[in-house]
């Protein structure tokens, strides 16, 4: 199911994507927005003034005249070519009824390349009001993968697909596990559903343990099993001692149920709160285990989700 539903969202990033493409170049083709404002999409060319009748035949001096000047204007004219073509030119600036088209159609041949930041940023911000929400997840997805998919999950959500919006925005933080905004947006999402309560993320993926992260005295205890596989620590469980030990990158940590007392390496450290069992599940300090075996663990408050992610 979440695989189909992935699938699907790329469909409709990519549809409304070659969708503002094409909106783009019909409308800079129609006769409209041809950029010499004729509307008629054909060059001007003037035609040969008259030749006065008392004029005398031009000579060779005058012809070789003519040919620099020619060869001058044509450099010119080359100049001004590449300039406009480059995307940083003044030009793109410009906030004509048609300025937001160019830079749409300029887009195209760049969006893979840096500039293609540029001008999506350009667009984003000063032409907002023109883009349809399509264009606006197509400039996003230049910008920052994450972002656009945030920015398709919350087009669902307002079509009425919560259930598609939650996969989509998964999708998201699997793009960028750093981004707490994105938990952020899942927690909104999960709220229409019904779900509430703490959640715990490794590395983007959402714990599916049977036993929810746990708030005591200031200490959140997660299920160890959802950190040391996500980690890929080595785990052993010591029923006599009633222990777990994980070992991981040259790392040990050995805790005690219901005892504060752990050890990293053999050195002897004091917890704010003991590991405990509950409903068959180890569950240990998140924060103290995380950071023990070189991870970065955050908190995200309004969603309520612990983010472990390794950097």
């Not at 020619?70 to 070519?81: L, M, P």
């Not at 887009?107 to 500039?115: F, G, L, R, S, T």
């Not at 469980?237 to 390496?265: C, D, H, P, Q």
């Amino acid at each position: 199911m979440k695989k189909t539903v992935s699938i699907l969202a790329s469909c409709l990033l990519a549809i409304s994507m070659m969708s503002g493409a094409a909106q783009a170049k019909s409308e800079n083709n129609n006769g409209r927005g041809n950029g010499n404002g004729n509307g008629n999409g054909k060059s001007i060319v003037e035609a040969p003034a008259a030749v006065p009748a008392n004029a005398t035949a031009p000579t060779d001096k005058d012809k070789d005249k003519d040919k620099d000047k020619d060869k001058e204007n044509v450099s010119i004219k080359e100049k001004d070519k590449e300039s406009v073509t480059t995307v940083t030119y003044a030009t793109y600036e410009n906030k004509g009824h048609n300025g937001y088209k160019g830079l749409l159609h300029a887009i195209e041949n760049v969006k893979d390349k840096p500039a293609g930041a540029v001008i999506a940023e350009l667009l984003l911000t000063q032409y907002s009001t023109e883009l349809t929400p399509e264009m606006k997840a197509e400039l996003v997805a230049i910008k920052d993968k994450d972002a656009a998919l945030s920015a398709l999950a919350e087009i669902l959500n307002q079509k009425g697909s919560v259930t598609d919006a939650v996969y989509v925005q998964k999708e998201a933080i699997l793009a960028n596990v750093k981004n707490l905004n994105s938990y952020k947006k899942l927690g909104k999402l999960y709220a229409q559903t019904g779900k509430n309560g703490v959640k715990l993320y490794v590395n983007g993926e959402e714990s599916t343990s049977g036993v929810a992260p746990i708030v005591t005295s200031g200490s959140t205890l997660v299920p160890f099993k959802a950190i040391a596989e996500a980690l890929q620590a080595e785990v052993v469980w010591n029923g006599k001692e009633r222990s777990v030990t994980m070992t991981r990158e040259g790392t040990t940590v050995k805790l005690f149920i219901n005892n504060k007392t752990a050890y990293v390496n053999g050195k002897a450290v004091t917890l704010q709160v003991a590991p405990a069992i509950v409903k068959g599940n180890t569950v240990v300090p998140v924060r103290f285990v995380s950071e023990a075996l070189k991870a970065t663990v955050k908190w995200e408050p309004e969603s309520q989700s612990v983010v472990i992610y390794e950097e």
